[in-house]
């Protein structure tokens, strides 16, 4: 996957080092959680499990590119975990309670997801409200609504019995029997693929790194820049709908009280992966390693029995040791 980071020749050629250096560090990090805990519980390298934790990641991966995007910009969306539950609410008054095809449940989903990135976006943009309040006053109302909608009970997806097969069938299994890796870990690698393709190929892509590394020069430039900004807060919200969609194929269900945490882990991931917190550098695949990493970590720490309150200590202690990483490399920190 191709990348974009900074604007100016001498100031990017020093970041994509920057970044590729991450990148690299969080691959072997990767490997080497891997051998650890390979080494101190041997099932954990079973087919079974491995398939687990790709499946973990379908869903956190791809909230993790769509904060990729926003990050990028130099903002912060903590709202795509309500979203994704509100996505998969919509899915679910649509095909359950409308009794609509799936292809409209999932269109639904996503339409709604992209709607409100976009009022979310509008916010920041137009109305000059600071990201993370902006998107936190948003993570409360998805997360109220969702409630009312569902009548707080959860939606049951039996009257839409293919709905599951989106992300737990296996395309590729039926090719290849002997890896029936699932559909929601193919359809994280499209995404994550059309995200790259954005970044790099496209004029949105160039303008989302542009605003993260100088929105006002951007401006001055006489770019719309708060057209650009909107239209990738729409684009990561688009995508939390394809998460909805995938976590409720996963549950059979859409669960309105389920959401609120996820966008730590995929925050996590992003930084992980060597996105800056201050715009204006990421990439995909870093994103997608940093996301192997949390799933990779949480499923290892819970065949070693790690109570889940520990769990949740060590990924904010890895969450804090990430920024610290971006700060030295950055030059913050002297």
Known sequence: MSERTGTATGPRKSLMGGAAQQKLLAFASLIVLLIVFSVAKPQFMQMTNILSILQATSVNGVLAVAATLVIITGGIDLSVGTLMTFCAVIAGVVLTWAGMPIIIGVIAAIAAGG???????????????????????????????????????????????????IAQGSLIGKVLPFLPVPNGVLILFIVAGVAAYILSRTVLGRYTFALGSNEEAVRLSGVNTDFWKMSVYALAGAICGIAGILISSRLNSAQPALGQGYELDAIAAVVIGGTSLAGGRGTILGTLIGA???????????ILSVAQEWQTVVTGAIIIAAVYADQLRRGKIK
Not at 128 to 151: E, N, R
Not at 294 to 302: A, C, H
């Open 115 to 165: 709607c409100v990135g976009l009022v979310s976006g509008t916010f920041i943009a137009k109305l000059k409200i600071p990201p993370f309040i902006a998107t936190l006053g948003m993570m409360l109302i998805l997360k109220g609504l969702s409630l009312v909608i569902s009548g707080t009970k959860p939606i049951y997806f039996n009257n839409s019995p293919g709905y599951t097969q």
């Open 292 to 302: 192997l990493i949390m799933s990779v970590l949480t499923n290892g720490l819970r």
